[in-house]
């Protein structure tokens, strides 16, 4: 995963952004059946997505000088595999 | 004797081994079809049929049917009608015959009435199942052979267990009938392991994640299909409601994110994307109201459809590129656009977006958590809903099909068998989407449960619209973990490196003493004797005293001269 070129077109990043603003008011004028608390207060489940998603790829970006080794950390050969063009 | 043809399995049984002799176009037909018979077979058998034989003492049921068994059976014979199709593109006899019996030995295992057809059939899938991790390779290596036999020691260990736990269940209750165990029944905790190990839950998960990568583009298509949910079957029958399950199942549901997002092979992240969602089921196991085990059943239907369908396309990509590794693929859009859209739906499957599979089937588990007050687990369950967003949702897709192309090689179109396959997998993954009822009217305990509620709909698109908008803006500012080859450590860490280390260090620390032992022998030998000679000559050969001595000398010099031979 890196970063795009900067010829990536940016209409679709507007329009995630207006889907994201959309969900958002839609909860708001929703009448919500909550089990927890929680559930109702406005914008949780946007902010636990939004969280969980950094906090995932910050712990990522931690444990990988700890858990990645070279390829040939094991002794094996790469995996690799012959074409198909037919 | 005619009856037992109508067994689903045995039918798989016979083809695959039809098929693995026969030729191409004999041998593909015998592969769809076999399946497809299977499916018309058992949607004619009556809710309650059984075949019975006498075994010793005990009755022993090869085929019950139920409607727990029916839902997975039927999904089973689905998948194996699906990956044939997709194999028909690599055209190998042991795809079409260990495929088949391995489909077979799956469809026998939760159509079994009893625990010691479960065995035979639970073994069973470990031996076709390993067929197909070797046939990876078209000359396999020995690192390849070595990770084969990984997996078939951890395979035939888990059936060893399950007979450990079946032989004191028969002993104890007097019948090998299947049904519901428990964990404090006789047995109990070595049906709950070798569930557990073949279920991959936490620790006992890396035959997975080692072996599954390892086989053809449709092989691994065939084993993320069985294998584990056989073992989810087998916990929903024997473990409904079993409270150490719900912890399990967060754990399971979570700890395999961040690995995926370091992995750079794309059939390994989706492996712990598999294990994660295998994670969901056991959770909603564990909290084991009916609307729990329905959603668990519902579940695994779902993810045996999007699993395979993400497995093809990325088995497509490793057909036509050759490799699945994240950092060299990029940019295939424009040369597999069809592929691409099939990825696109299996991913939004997996990612429960409103109107695919996942969606209508992962809202049961998810709610019935929230019904039951599991605060918990339903964040655990929330956490893990993003994680597989962000892995096998975004991650994957951009990485094969979007984002900067690597490799100038020109790349064309999967083969038709394989694009037939996913546009099948596909329509099955949106037709549940859109049409749950179907679905939910197969399930065990008949749940009416409605998904497409305001709730719902609002949660859910709030969670995976705003995960993709921190996904995209890190991506924006690079923030996103890079992709690069080399080995992720997991816990086959502990008995690849960790375990031989110990035993090395084991083996010269017990070297070395041994030595140590040696050398003071031979000290003793060669100035032993002379203290020996000395205290006979001094003593002139009497006196009690000396005797003694001397007979208490030679023995320790005997003892010592043993330790070292030893």
Same mark, same amino acid.
């Given at each position: ?27 708001? !004028? ?13 914008? !949780?489940?946007?902010?636990?997505? !939004? ?36 | ?68 068994? *029916? ?62 991790? /070797? ?14 036999? =990984? ?19 028969? =002993? ?5 009938? *299947?049904? %519901? ?59 409904? &409601? ?110 429960? *977006? ?47 099909? *979007? ?52 709730? %719902? ?52 620390? /017990? ?33 009690? /005293? ?12 005997? &003892?010592? /001269? ?5």
């Amino acid at each position: 995963m890196t970063a795009p070129a900067n010829k990536t077109p940016r209409w679709p990043l507007w329009l995630l952004i207006a889907a994201c603003a959309l969900s958002l008011i839609a909860g708001l !004028f929703n009448h919500w059946h909550a089990h927890f608390a929680a559930e109702a207060w406005p914008g !949780f489940f946007a902010l636990i997505g !939004f969280a969980a998603v950094s906090l995932l790829m910050l712990l990522a970006r931690l444990f990988a000088p700890l858990l990645r080794r070279p390829p040939q950390y094991y002794g094996e050969e790469s995996s690799e595999r012959e074409v198909h063009h037919d | 004797m005619i009856e037992w043809l109508l067994h689903p399995a045995y039918q798989l049984f016979a083809a695959g081994l039809i098929a693995a002799v026969a030729g191409r176009r004999v041998g593909g037909a015998i592969a769809v079809l076999a399946p497809l018979i299977g499916i018309a077979t058992l949607i004619n058998l009556p809710d309650g049929f059984g075949l019975s034989a006498g075994l010793g003492p005990y009755t022993i049921q090869p085929l019950r049917v139920d409607r727990l068994g *029916f839902v997975f059976a039927l999904i089973f014979l689905i998948a194996a009608a699906l990956s044939q199709i997709f194999a028909l593109a690599e055209n190998r006899r042991v795809l079409r015959g260990a495929g088949l019996i391995y489909a077979g030995a799956a469809v026998g295992g939760v159509l079994a009435g009893d625990l010691i057809s479960l065995f035979i059939h639970w073994e069973l899938t470990a031996l076709a199942s390993v067929m197909l991790v /070797w046939d990876g390779q078209r000359k396999p290596d020995d690192a390849h052979l070595r990770a084969g036999l =990984r997996y078939l020691l951890l395979q035939i260990i888990s059936g060893l267990l399950l007979l450990i736990g079946a032989v004191m269940w028969i =002993r104890s209750t007097g019948h090998a009938r *299947f049904e %519901h165990i428990g964990f404090g029944a006789p047995g109990g905790l070595w049906f709950l392991l070798a569930f557990g190990l073949k279920c991959a839950f936490p620790l006992l998960h890396n035959w997975m994640h080692d072996a599954y990568p390892r086989a053809s583009a449709s092989g691994t298509v065939m084993l993320s299909a069985f294998t584990t949910k056989l073992a989810v079957y087998a916990l929903a029958r024997g473990f409904a &409601g079993t409270d150490s399950l719900l912890w399990i199942g967060a754990l399971m549901a979570t700890l395999p994110i961040v690995l995926s997002l370091l992995e750079n092979d794309l059939r390994r992240v989706l492996t712990y994307g598999l294990n994660s969602q295998q994670g969901f089921m056991v959770a909603g196991i564990g909290i084991g109201t009916p609307l729990a085990i329905d959603g668990a059943s519902a579940y695994a239907f779902a993810c045996v459809l999007y699993m395979a369908l993400l497995f093809m396309a990325t088995g497509a990509v490793l057909h036509r590129t050759g490799t699945t590794q994240a950092s060299e693929l990029g940019g295939l859009y424009r040369s597999m656009p069809l592929t691409t859209l099939f990825c696109i739906v299996g991913a939004l499957s997996i990612a429960a *977006f409103p109107l695919f599979s996942g969606f209508a089937t992962k809202s049961m588990i998810v709610s019935a958590a929230a019904y039951e007050h599991e605060l918990w687990l339903w964040l655990a369950l929330l956490l893990a809903s993003v994680g597989v967003l962000l892995h096998a949702g975004l991650r994957t897709p951009y990485a094969a099909f *979007f984002g900067p192309r690597r490799s100038s090689a020109p790349v064309r179109e999967a083969p038709w068998p394989m694009l037939v396959a996913m546009a099948l997998t596909a329509l099955l993954c949106i037709a549940i989407g859109v049409f749950p009822q179907p679905l939910y009217a197969l399930l065990p305990h008949e749940s009416s449960y409605k998904v497409f509620t305001a709730d %719902h709909l609002i949660s859910q698109l709030q969670l995976l619209l705003f995960g993709s908008l921190a996904f995209v803006l890190a991506l924006r500012v690079g923030l996103a973990p890079r992709s690069s080859r080399g080995v992720v450590l997991d816990s086959d860490w502990l008995y690849r490196r960790a375990a031989p280390a110990i035993w090395r260090v084991a083996l010269s620390v /017990w070297a070395g003493l041994m030595r140590l032992l040696g050398a003071c022998a031979r000290w003793l030998l060669r100035h032993g004797q002379k203290i020996f000679v000395e205290s006979f000559s001094e003593q002139e050969l009497g006196g009690v /005293w000396s005797l003694t001595s001397g007979a208490a000398l030679l023995l320790i010099l005997l &003892g010592v /001269w043993l330790l070292q031979l030893l």
